[in-house]
């Protein structure tokens, strides 16, 4: 059973967007302690600096008891503290996740700073999850199979949502199909 989770938003994100208050809500309502951390520079993020962030602001041990959800880019650097993270991790689940800069979104351009190594996060993640939409603006689908591929991980499509936040629907305030989904792959009771 796991017992803490940290949520992790995307470049030009912040802890207040999308359903990121929404899903700690609920995580707590689970029992879970919930680290929801604005990271640094998120304008023109670094991997390296993000994952050394968390590395010393969580305030939890990260670990087998612990879950990871990260959107868009928080997604990469989820699997990049899989990687590099001492002990494995519980699970992880992927909202959005892709694996370079070849769209040529300025904002991403030091994003890729650590070269993936697939074996270490498919090692240290004990449970990992992506979902991905057909009609993602930002990251096509094609990127996604590229990354569970890699990681030899399943991908759940959910067909005409988008990026998975609010441009698409002012309804993304809250995603019940998220707990849903993280309940029926046996990430949450």
Not at 57 to 83: K, M, R
Request: aromatic share 10%; with cysteine.
């Amino acid at each position: 059973m796991l017992k803490t989770a940290i949520i992790l938003h995307g470049t030009l994100g912040s802890p207040d967007g999308n359903w990121f208050q929404w899903l700690k809500h609920e995580l707590e309502a689970k029992g879970l302690t919930v680290w929801l951390p604005k990271l640094p520079h998120a304008e023109q993020p670094s991997l390296i600096e993000w994952a050394k962030f968390v590395r010393q602001e969580c305030p939890f041990a990260i670990n087998e008891d612990t879950l990871i959800v990260g959107h868009s880019s928080g997604s990469i650097l989820a699997l990049i503290l899989a990687q590099e993270n001492p002990t494995p991790i519980g699970g992880i689940v992927c909202m959005s996740v892709f694996h370079d800069n070849s769209l040529k979104w300025e904002p991403n351009n030091r994003l890729f700073d650590i070269d993936f190594e697939w074996k270490a996060v498919q090692r240290n993640a004990k449970k990992l999850l992506f979902i991905h939409s057909d009609n993602d603006p930002y990251v096509p689908l094609d990127q996604a199979q590229f990354v569970a591929n890699n990681c030899n991980a399943e991908l759940r499509m959910i067909p005409g949502q988008g990026h998975f936040n609010l441009e698409q629907s002012q309804g993304y305030k809250a995603f019940p199909r998220l707990v849903e989904i993280m309940q029926e792959e046996g990430f949450l009771e």
